[in-house]
């Protein structure tokens, strides 16, 4: 596959008319340098992972920038976060040039601060993950639900057709040694993949990290650090809770979800849809892939997710819900092939907490499309058009 169009490519583009710098974040391998250097094609382009370029940058930055002039693409920024205190100083000597940097990052804490500190009011910030299933259907791919969770949507995978296990395998290690050694001091790599392949298992459930703790040997202050950082990352993703005076008592932590379903197989060791079908975790890696799907479609529109989770401490659970100018419209995920009415019971229960909660949808591994007493059912590969049409932005 040569190319695929990238829902994020008009909110780029639009973001560029309108601010002076515009930065784009996401996770390893998630397409933001393909995108990017596909939309600007007369912006010059630097990559700061690589190494002379790097040391330049940090060394003498105003030489760098005497060399490297806007239009400029800036790659993998933080690993130089300290260019952005001259980045700042270099757009305000010219306000009116618009789109004249555009970075990319993989929002890493150091990145996150220094942004805060030196582009406030300068830049938009767009989030890219993985391909989504729009996208990939649109440029022909189709899979089975099944492929869809072991394989994942690493662009990568579908470019150069790579073999799934290998991308994977080789995405995890990266990651360990480049990423997570460059931001805290991990003393003890087996016990950071046994909390990897533990979070995995978790996927789609409420997190307990005391517990998480007695199983890993690992001080529970540790270990909110080691997500903070999976999170900061974007390897992770946690699903906040919704809770409002319903009169009802709600769980006020969140869920657990991989930005890319893929690695998460990966990690559980799952190397194929025949045994993704049989394995007992289908439904709540089916969950993850939904959400994802979610939190793409939001993303790429430019806006909020405005994305939560319901539960209360009865556990009544609504597993999605998007949350819209007060309004609230539940989502029930269903990793079944066949449509049954009780799927639905949740979203009417729901129905009578408050007049803010609006029909739903329940959204399942079927391909029937319908409306059922006033919700809409939809098969999985449509998640991110229903997410669109309630967007917020």
């Known amino acids: 596959m ?3 169009d990238r829902d994020l490519r008009g909110p780029l583009l639009a973001n560029a008319k309108r601010y002076p710098v515009v930065t784009v974040l996401g996770p390893r ?3 933001k340098t393909t995108l990017v250097r596909s939309v600007f094609p007369n912006h ?3 990559n700061l992972e690589d190494p002379e370029l790097r040391a330049l940058a940090t060394q003498d930055p105003k030489e760098f920038l005497h060399r490297h002039r806007p239009p400029l693409i800036l790659d993998e920024v933080q690993r130089v976060p300290s260019l952005l205190s001259l980045l700042q ?5 010219r306000p009116a040039e618009k789109g004249a940097f555009i970075l990319t990052g993989s929002h890493q804490p150091r990145l996150r601060e220094s942004i805060s500190q030196s582009l406030a009011g300068r830049t938009s910030i ?4 993985p391909l989504s299933i729009a996208e990939l259907s649109a440029a022909g791919v189709t899979q089975d639900r099944d492929a869809w969770l072991t394989y994942g949507c690493l662009p990568r ?3 150069d057709a790579l073999p799934a296990n290998d991308l994977y395998r080789n995405f995890y ?3 360990v040694e480049r990423d997570v050694r460059q931001l805290i001091e991990l003393r003890n790599l087996q016990a950071f993949e046994l909390f990897m392949k533990l979070l995995a298992g978790r996927v789609g459930q409420v997190l307990n990290l005391h517990a998480l703790s007695g199983e890993i040997g690992v001080s529970s202050p540790t270990l909110r650090e080691w997500l903070s950082v999976l999170e900061a990352s974007f390897v992770v993703f946690r699903l906040p809770p919704y809770y409002n005076n319903f009169g009802k008592r709600f769980i006020k932590s969140p869920k657990i979800y991989f930005t890319e379903p893929g690695l998460a197989a990966y990690l559980l060791e799952i190397r194929t849809p025949q045994q993704m079908s049989r394995d007992p975790l289908l439904g709540n890696l089916f969950e993850n892939l939904v959400v994802m799907e979610a939190l793409k479609s939001r993303w790429n529109q430019g806006v909020d997710p405005d994305l939560y989770h319901i539960r209360d401490s009865g556990g009544f659970e609504i597993d999605l819900a998007l949350s819209r100018q007060r309004q609230l419209f539940p989502v029930e995920i269903k990793a079944a092939r066949s449509f049954r009415t009780e799927f639905f019971k949740n979203l009417e229960k729901s129905a009578q907490w408050s007049e803010s909660i609006q029909p739903g949808a329940v959204i399942y591994a079927g391909e029937e499309e319908q409306m059922v007493q006033g919700h809409a059912l939809l098969p999985f590969e449509k998640t991110g058009s229903w997410f669109q049409v309630r967007s917020s932005g």
């Open 2 to 4: 040569d190319f695929v």
């Open 29 to 31: 391998q998630s397409g």
């Open 44 to 46: 010059a382009y630097c």
């Open 89 to 93: 100083v270099r757009v305000d000597e």
């Open 126 to 129: 767009l989030k890219l993950l």
């Open 157 to 159: 995978l579908y470019r």
């Open 173 to 175: 290690e990266t990651y």
